[in-house]
């Protein structure tokens, strides 16, 4: 997407850029159902991880640049080769259809009229085949199973309907535990919500447990059995993602599932700038958690991102507006991240590099 100086995406549709976005969590406890609200929210454990993950891109500061023609600023990327009009994307996640009706779908539709990419999860309630007829450029999110061949009529279906790449999510070889006070919301939720395009629905077939023996020989495996690129997602150490892409793959994601798996991990911010230099230049490297604004988003790119990844929010938005809540989402953050990269002195993604940044700063307590 190209944005000339004067026009601003996102500031013609209401409340003042930001403000919404901001607000979108407390928006979402009051349309949800508390459980869902808490499930969308919580991290494992104790939560550190996740309520570590958004000061931690906010230690970061900007030394930006002047004397620079902003007058056009482009922020079209690059997605596995294919052209997306905006590094900001929609990462997997469960439950949609708790967030409204038609879950999936709405998310769907609105990420392809922002011309963005969605991850679609393969625990998703709506199917494959209807998340595509929106137009959406999407890729399937898969976990392995312990018997191989048990994930294979998932991944065949995923293929047959469009998905454009797999990604193969490596942090969960169990789910972590979380606390509830409360009912959990797996008591209160509709089980049709959840795996709709496996075979089985909710019943468990021998050998479709998670497994809990993944390595990188499953990397070139998901490649040659669905002829897709495959993304690992969950890497937080330089070494594992030197071997992934060792291993095949196209591009790793660093991700600590929104503090959603091992708590007390490493914020992905803190780690993303020594994952870059760990791969070679051919493989795409993203980010996901506690990106909370499209600033957040800067300090990724400009930390070697080529693309940026959203789970709560969009979750949030869905709940509080349906897809029309994702798009003003999504246009706020192009928004956003258009006026950043203006003040910063930077008109494309490829000059949003990391001498805009000074080195983390400590962190302060707000005034
Ligand atoms: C409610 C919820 C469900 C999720 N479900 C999945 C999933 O099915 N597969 C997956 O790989 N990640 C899943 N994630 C993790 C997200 O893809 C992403 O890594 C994380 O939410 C990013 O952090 P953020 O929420 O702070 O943006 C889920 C996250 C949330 C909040």
């Known amino acids: 997407m190209t944005s000339s100086a004067g026009q601003s995406p996102g500031q013609s549709i209401g ?5 919404w976005v ?10 949800l159902p508390e459980a869902v609200h808490r499930y969308f929210r919580q991290g494992s454990r104790d939560g550190l991880a996740a309520a ?4 931690a891109w906010d230690t970061f500061r900007v030394l930006p640049r002047i004397l620079r023609d902003v007058t056009e600023v482009d922020i079209a990327a690059s997605a596995l080769g294919t052209p997306v009009q905006t590094p900001i994307a929609v990462a997997p996640t469960t439950l949609q259809q708790a967030a409204r009706p038609e879950g999936e779908v709405a998310m769907a539709r609105a990420v392809a009229d922002s011309g963005s990419l969605l991850v679609v999860s393969s625990n998703a309630g709506s199917s494959f085949t209807a998340i595509a007829a929106t137009g959406v450029r999407w890729w399937l999110q898969a976990y392995l199973t312990a018997d191989r061949s048990a994930i294979l009529p998932l991944l065949e279906r995923a293929s047959e309907a469009g998905a454009s790449a797999v990604v193969l999510t490596a942090d969960t070889p169990v789910v972590a ?14 089980p049709s919500w959840l795996r709709g395009n496996h075979h089985d629905g909710r019943a468990s077939v021998p050998g479709s447990e998670k497994a809990t023996d993944l390595g990188p020989d499953d990397i070139g495996w998901l490649a040659a059995v669905t002829g897709l690129p495959v993304v690992v997602k969950g890497v ?3 070494d594992d993602a030197r071997m992934c892409v060792d291993a095949g793959a196209a591009a790793v994601w660093v991700s600590n599932h929104g503090g ?3 708590d007390r991990t490493t914020s992905t911010a803190h780690v993303l700038e020594s994952i870059r230099a760990a791969v070679s230049a051919a493989a795409q490297v993203y980010v996901d958690g506690g990106v909370r604004h499209a600033r957040h988003g800067f300090t990724a790119l400009a930390l070697g991102a080529d693309l940026v990844f959203l789970g709560r929010l969009p979750l949030y938005a869905l709940a509080v507006d349906g897809d029309l809540g994702v798009r003003r989402l999504l246009a706020e953050m192009d928004a956003d991240l258009v006026e950043t990269m203006r003040l910063a002195g930077c008109h494309d993604l490829a000059s949003v590099t990391r001498d805009l940044l000074a080195e983390p700063a400590e962190p302060r307590e707000p005034h």
């Open 22 to 31: 901001a607000s979108l969590e407390d928006l979402a406890r009051e349309a």
């Open 52 to 55: 570590e993950a958004t000061a």
């Open 15 to 19: 409340q003042s850029t930001g403000q």
């Open 236 to 238: 937080l150490r330089a």
């Open 260 to 262: 959603r798996q091992l």
């Open 177 to 190: 535990t979380k606390y509830d006070v409360g009912p959990s919301v797996w008591e209160t939720v509709d």
